[in-house]
């Protein structure tokens, strides 16, 4: 047996002994994934349970390497311990901004110190982090940001405000672009790290289309920053900043897959019911489900293939913005779908039956995909100009 | 296994690609077709394949060949499309090579060695009407003597006029048998017609052509399996193929679009065209990882294979075909003429998309798959 069965074996009954049946069933809502920090409430024991197993093993970031809080496994080793987690449909133990965003930008620009100080909490989810980019004059035009660091010598003092900052009212601590020279622009801009309790942090939810509001407009009056709380160097945030983008859209690519429905019009079929023929009984509606199968089994390949390469260094460096779009496209077009084959039913906003109108909602929020992260025309400005090198772009 | 080349497939492309690239290039069509050759591909060319090993490369080893797999051919096959080269290696070195393989016997024993020495040109006769129908195959195969009578309509057999040997599936009393039917027997014809994208792909006639029973590839009525197993490994190449054209006919256009000036401009520069051109890389990456995955799931025998090659002819058809029509239209009024070459991308993509199943067909097969 090679040095990887074994390891599958190993996973398969570690799996085995320590994911609790509750953690093997699908996430419904917003309720069921434990985001971690300071003021999260468990939904029940079972999430407890599950989160503290993986973060003794390690395996809330099982690539990180062991002195952060991670296991330790080469890319492989990660692989095959998803695949075994797919395999039972075990829920992820801990999703949060400090794994997918912050943590690789600390692992890639953190000192020693920063890196054992900060991932640490991250992996074992006692802190949250949100982030603070998106300004309401700076969107897609990011650099362009204003909110302020005044020098203080030892501090900075922050004035300005961000927007769009989701789940800001829920997060512990915040990385945040500060703009620390007003004379260069993409050279005058510096990664902070501090706590949302620090004084002078306000935030203020926006309620959105799907009519919940994970996301705030978040102030910031003369907070003061310790000079020591910022990743990298400081008037180089633009590159901690690029960098962290670059995992962030790798991360909501992840929605194009699907998670666990196999094929819509496979889930579709049992409702519609079939024709004599056994088909899916719209010939219409058949056509675009299964065009859209065929998509979305090519995009799973290409995750795969993307994951292989972009964790070993093989994969250009812009590819996840190409990952970005077409993954983001393809939710959308899957909730469009849904909607279609749920018909009126699809519509009801808060019925018991509708469990609160979670297709609806849920239609609506994938919207945001192709916004949020950097909207699809920047992910085709940024192929353009980085992967097929077109002049002016 | 990860989804990329490892360095013995990486050392094989590097090998292949400037072999393709130098002694086959657009030129070569052209000059093939200008010339009207009546071959449908250059013998000289098969040759210089065959010192490198290629159409043997699928062949097992213990039949003289490399015992290479899908993803190896989907090495070739890219170049090949990449360069618009005329070449029976798809359906010699791959689809017949499949079927074979999988049938073991006799008529392994006497085509795979041939097949790996580059002596023998097979045909698939395999359709029978405009469209791809392999579960209608109405040509059949009755008793008669110690052999077998094979009567029927064959369409679309690209090199069928030259091959040495056809493969011929035919309804037999309990199902679908296959039979080897060599180029001399009696009551065989075939009409080659030219194509769209200048190949040469005949009409076959069967008439009353007798075969002996040892001309059974597998068992009778067991001919399903192996048609199967001839269709996957077809489909899969033509995927890869479809893969380099689609490549080719991009790579075109993008270094077009840094050379022409409009309006005191690039045309690169026009954010429209930028992003259409940044959506077709997402379409074609997306269809390269997707016929790498199928062609993966063969070589490993796994059962999602028949899925996943379903989905790559259909998603290789659909990143292709926006290649090649984004590829003219981006070229102007050049793109229109036949002295420049993306028309050849365009005609050669139309032909792969037909070719053992189009885009339709096997979207239909995938909701099939999955239960609907
Ligand atoms: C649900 C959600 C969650 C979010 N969470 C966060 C968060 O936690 N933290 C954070 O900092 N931000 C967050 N954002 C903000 C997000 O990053 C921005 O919304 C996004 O970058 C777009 O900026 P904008 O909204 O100002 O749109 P704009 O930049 O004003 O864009 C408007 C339209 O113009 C297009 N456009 C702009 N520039 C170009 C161009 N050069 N070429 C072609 N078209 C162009 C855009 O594509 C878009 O269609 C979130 C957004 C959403 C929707
Ligand atoms: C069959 C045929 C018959 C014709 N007959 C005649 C005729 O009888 N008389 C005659 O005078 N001409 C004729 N033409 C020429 C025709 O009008 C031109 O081909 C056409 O105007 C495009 O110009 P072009 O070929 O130089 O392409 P280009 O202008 O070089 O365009 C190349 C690509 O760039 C795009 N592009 C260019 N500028 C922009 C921009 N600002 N923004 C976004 N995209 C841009 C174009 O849409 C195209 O996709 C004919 C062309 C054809 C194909």
Known sequence: ?393 | MPLYHNDDQAMLKDSVAPFVAEQAPVSHLRKLRDSADATGFSRDLWAQFTEMGLPGMLVPEAHGGLGMGHMEAGIVLEEIGRNLTPSPFLSTGVGAVAALAKAGGTQAGRWLPAIASGEAIVALAIDEGAKHRPDRIATTATRAGNGFRLDGKKSFVLHGHVADVSIVAAKSDGGITLFAVPKDAKGLTADPRRLVDSSLASHVTLDGVEVDADAVIGEVDAGGEILDALLAATRTGAAAEMVGVGQGAMDMTVNYLKERKQFGKLIGEFQSLQHRAAHLYGEMEVARATVMKAQQLLDEGSEGAKLMVSVAKAKAGRAANLAVREGVQMHGGIGMTDEYDIGLYMKRDRALAEYMGDVHYHIDQVARMNGY
């Not at chain 1, 077009?333 to 018909?343: A, I, N, P």
Request: hydrophobic residues 35%.
């Open chain 1, 1 to 393: 047996m090679s040095e990887l069965d074994a390891f599958r074996t190993e996973v398969r009954e570690w799996l085995e002994a320590n994911c609790p049946a509750e953690m093997r069933e699908p996430i419904r809502d917003e309720g069921d994934v434990c985001w971690g920090g300071r003021n999260f409430k468990f939904k029940n024991e079972a999430q407890k349970a599950w989160l503290e197993a993986c973060v003794a093993k390690g395996y809330t970031v099982p690539d990180w390497p062991k002195p952060y809080g991670g296991a330790g496994l080469t890319p492989e080793q990660t692989k095959i311990l998803k695949q075994e987690m797919k395999r039972i449909k075990a829920r992820s133990p801990l999703d949060s901004f400090g794994i997918w965003m912050l943590g690789p930008a600390l692992l890639q620009f953190g000192t020693e110190e920063q890196k054992v100080q900060y991932l640490n909490p991250i992996a074992r989810g006692e802190i949250r982090w949100c982030q603070g980019y998106s300004e309401p004059g700076s969107g897609s035009d990011l650099v362009s940001l204003q909110t302020f660091g005044e020098d203080k010598g030892d501090h900075w003092v922050v004035n300005g405000s961000k927007i769009w900052t989701s789940y800001a009212d829920k997060a512990d601590w915040i990385f945040c672009l500060v703009r620390t020279d007003k004379t260069n622009k993409y050279q005058g801009i510096t990664f902070m790290l501090f706590d949302m309790e620090s004084k002078g942090v306000t935030t203020k939810p926006i309620l959105l289309i799907s009519g919940n509001s994970p996301f705030c407009e978040t102030f910031f009056d003369d907070v003061e920053v310790p000079k020591t709380q910022y990743v990298g160097e400081i008037n180089r945030g633009w590159d901690v900043a690029k960098y962290l983008l670059g995992h962030e859209r790798e991360m909501i690519s992840g929605g194009g897959a699907g998670g666990d429905m196999v094929s819509i019009g496979g889930a579709f079929a049992k409702a519609f019911g079939k024709n004599a023929a056994g088909e899916l009984d719209d010939p219409i509606l058949r056509a675009e489900m299964a065009a859209f199968d065929v998509d979305v089994f090519a995009y799973r390949a290409m995750g795969e293939r993307f994951m292989d390469m972009w964790k070993t260094g093989r994969a250009h460096p812009a590819s996840s913005n190409m990952m970005k779009y077409v993954g983001t496209e393809l939710n959308k077009r899957r909730h469009e779908l849904v909607m279609s084959g749920g018909g009126s039913e699809a519509l009801e906003w808060d019925s018991e039956e509708s469990k609160g109108g979670a297709r609806a909602r849920g239609w609506l929020r994938t919207k945001a995909n192709s916004i949020e992260g950097g909207t699809s025309e920047v992910m085709l400005n940024v192929i353009a100009k980085r992967i097929l090198d077109l002049p002016g772009a």
